[in-house]
């Protein structure tokens, strides 16, 4: 496909990225010549100037473009670039916008009739992330693959883990029933910032403060993999959110019917307006950061904390704080992703990223061939991905162990007429066979001309 992306911001780049590897021609768009100059790794035309410019769109090539995505951090000029990018020929346009009016009113507005087929809202795509994490209360990371027949969840490893210190090959007498798959481990090695990721092999150790990823059956294979990880689920009934912005507005409207929720938000006037748009939520004036105002409010009482303002520093801090006080479930928005590395090593388990968030939504829509599904972590240089067999692939009707499978990926478990199954070696791909795999980028490719 032939892809413009209006904006080369976090979210834009980050997209870029994604599309690029799964070699899209990809057009990138900025008017700032210094933002833009950060897509010179990629490979990806880079054009200076304003997506809004029907002479800038004509240089990008738009009338025999496939898709627009319009993703700066002006929702007016996505909305007006696909306007004209339709208007000029593209095939089919995406907008992000932050107004949740477009989409709580959807009958009120025809986006389509201006040219825009479909709109991201990284709040409330973010928003629904933190729902399963409140949901999946010991998990790090959480999603599921056909409806849940396969989960993918993501689990710190404590001192007292019956996985501490044990080998990928030790792990098969911990599961005798075959039901979890290790895929994938993130570790904090000394002086260096960014995390270090592993595909585990059989000699590869688990090790305290590991980030282990797991590919577990629907059922029995995620309660093994708690319950060896040393955690346990929690129901979470009260949880209080700092942060009156978009992203912390949105999660609060988005949870206030299933939680009791104290949000905290240090401009009164801000908290007026939240107190009247969600009425069933407390909201409290004051400041995330200042310990003894929470505990005044209970903080230690609360079974989650959320830090959602729209600073980075803050939320960290916030959070921080919070899981000093015991609080079980600590979450942070985080807007910078070079903190997310800092963030896990200094002790805040769940990260959340909204544009990382948006922009691996839209790639899992704009994929092609045997290429089912896609995810990327927070903090792993690998992605999941989901794969089908057909009958020409030349893994089919052979065993795992006979397939020259890269070393850097590995087969997280399989899904036949609708039945899950973490495999081993002996396992027979069948014509049909749904593939979950995790695979560092270096791999993918090879991984996917298996499946061709």
Do not use: W
Not at 257 to 278: F, G, H, P, Q, V
């Amino acid at each position: 496909m032939r892809i413009i992306i209006a904006g080369c911001g976090e979210m834009g780049f980050h997209l870029s990225k994604l599309l690029a590897k799964e070699e899209h021609d990809i057009v990138i768009i900025d008017k700032d010549p210094d933002v833009l100059a950060q897509a010179d790794i990629l490979d990806v035309i880079s054009i200076v100037g304003s997506a809004t410019s029907y002479k800038v769109l004509e240089q990008a090539n738009i009338k025999s473009s496939d898709l627009l995505i319009a993703v700066t951090e002006s929702e007016e000029t996505n909305m007006i670039s696909c306007t004209i990018g339709k208007h000029l020929g593209v095939k089919k346009t995406i907008a992000r916008i932050s107004n949740s009016d477009f989409i709580h009113r959807k009958d009120a507005f025809d986006l389509s009739s201006v040219g825009i087929d479909e709109v991201i809202f990284p709040e409330a795509l973010a928003a629904k992330e933190i729902r399963k994490l409140l949901k999946e209360s010991a998990a790090i990371t959480t999603f599921d693959f056909e409806g849940g027949l396969l989960e993918f969840i993501g689990i710190p490893i404590g001192k007292d883990s019956a996985l501490n210190g044990k080998s990928l090959k030790e792990t098969n007498y911990l599961n005798p029933d075959n039901n979890f798959t290790p895929v994938a481990i993130l570790r904090d090695v000394e002086d260096v910032v960014k995390n270090k990721t592993i595909i585990p092999r059989a000699d590869d150790i688990f090790e305290a403060s590991d980030h282990a990823y797991f590919v577990a059956e629907r059922d029995g294979g995620v309660d093994r993999v708690l319950a060896l990880s040393g955690k346990k689920q929690y129901d979470i009934k009260d949880l209080m959110i700092y942060g009156g912005g978009p992203m912390a507005f949105v999660t609060a409207k988005h949870l206030a019917k299933k939680y009791k929720i104290k949000l905290i938000e240090e401009d009164r006037a801000r908290c007026e307006e939240i107190a009247a748009a969600i009425p069933n939520i407390m909201v409290l004036n004051g400041s995330g950061t200042d310990l003894e105002f929470l505990m005044k409010e209970n903080l230690e009482y609360m079974d989650a904390f959320l830090s959602l303002t729209g600073e980075t520093e803050k939320n960290i801090l916030a959070a921080l704080a919070a899981k000093e006080t015991g609080i079980k479930k600590v979450i942070a928005l985080v807007g910078n992703i070079e903190y997310i590395p800092l963030s896990q090593n200094m002790g805040v388990d769940t990260l959340i990223n909204k544009k990382i968030i948006a922009a691996d939504f839209i790639s899992r829509h704009v994929k092609k061939g045997e290429l089912l599904d896609l995810h990327s972590i927070h903090g792993l240089d690998a992605d999941v991905i989901e794969l089908k067999v057909n009958e020409n692939s030349l893994i089919c009707n052979k065993k795992i162990g006979d397939i020259e499978f890269p070393k850097t990926a590995v087969v997280g478990g399989v899904i036949r007429n609708n039945r899950s199954k973490t495999v081993r070696g002996d396992f027979v791909f069948e014509n049909n066979d749904k593939v979950v795999v995790m695979c560092l980028q270096e791999s993918k490719k090879i991984v996917q001309s298996l499946f061709r």
